[in-house]
């Protein structure tokens, strides 16, 4: 989610009536079925901040303490998927953001470790992110997998960061810049609205089957159906139609910037329903082609499922991130405690993100 920095000055003084605890549908498929033992662990984390402080660098991870305390915890959990929206990449730096103390860009043309997505999954993983910008990616870690040739057959071997130059590798002058990066184009749409609005997808192979990873971070803004939602809408209806139907197995993962359990009437919610598991807070599941990890999953069916983000109290006490499937069992857990020794404590170690991560334990045939 991002919003503009005007929206850091309100003041609420609405009455607020919270939703009461309920009972919805049990969800489908979130125990283990015998005979599913290929496990897979994964982590969708925006790991961004709207943020005074980071205004220079558009919202992204600005922060250098932050981003330590993120790395360190995705080490300890060593998903075999990471789904991340909100990297703040290379060449932001090369633009002058983000170069105070305690932000990313500090003398990052002596760093021995120049780009952030490397930063926080280290050496283990293969790392493809959006050839526009580079701050949204998808990782896959090298003994769960390996991700497929690109459409003009190119490859991100195993251990390497790929995409465009929008990482240290565009810097000409770079004695720093990645030793393992490939030019790879994972295709992506952007939105028609703000262009820094991207989804994307990469062919991989994990624990021997192969599946297309789907990584969202459509249009943020709106409830309704104004520009910034048809923009979403669209966005979500191509990974729907064109992406996801062209793959018999799919796992989509992201910060999808809409609440389908709580705003019905946005135009890219009613979108998203055609195609996932609809739920309401009576009790009533319509089953539909993918369904859920996340969310309503988490906890049963207790209504209502737990807010993924926290911007500004209580404008953004919404469920923005999603994960789904068609093939796989199992659920999320949101990372939303603030406790250290807690199973769920923050991946930011309980600051430093506007949204909370999902730890997800999926399994298939």
Known sequence: ??????????????????????????????????????????????????DLGCADAFYKLCYQDAENRIAGNIAAKSPDVVFLQEVLPDWVCRNGAAAGSNKVCLNYQTRAVR??????????????????????????????????NDAWGRSCPPGYLCGSTTFSNGDSTATNEDPYFATYYAPYNSSSYDGGFHMLYVDAVLNGVP???????????????????????????????VWASGASRVLMSGDMNLDPYRNGSDVSV????????????????????????????????????????????????????????????????????????????????????????????????
């Open 1 to 50: 989610m991002r919003r503009t920095l005007a929206c850091l000055f309100v003041i609420s003084s609405l009455a607020v009536v919270l939703p009461t605890a309920a009972s919805a549908a049990n969800p489908r498929n979130t125990t283990r079925p015998t005979g599913a033992n290929r496990h897979l662990r994964v982590l969708q984390a925006n790991v961004g901040n709207v």
């Open 115 to 148: 780009d952030q997505a490397r930063r926080l999954l280290g050496w283990n993983y293969s790392i493809v992110c959006d050839w526009w910008h580079g701050w949204d990616c998808i990782a896959v870690k090298n003994s769960a997998g390996s991700v497929q």
């Open 211 to 241: 599946m297309r990873l789907i990584d969202g971070h459509p249009q943020s803004g709106g409830t309704g159906s104004g520009s910034k939602e048809n923009a979403r809408k669209t966005q979500i209806n191509e990974a729907f139609t």
């Open 270 to 365: 009613v979108e998203w329903r055609n195609y996932v598991d609809n739920y309401s807070s009576s009790g009533v599941r319509t089953d539909k082609t993918y369904w859920y990890h996340s969310g309503v999953a988490e906890n049963g069916g207790t209504w209502w499922p737990k807010y993924t983000t926290s911007y500004l109290w209580p404008i953004s006490n919404y469920t923005y991130d999603q994960v789904i499937s068609n093939f796989t069992y199992g659920t999320c857990a949101t990372l939303d405690s603030s406790n250290s020794s807690s199973p769920a404590f923050r991946l930011d170690g309980g600051s430093g993100c506007d949204h909370r991560a999902l730890d997800c334990d999926l399994w298939s045939y």
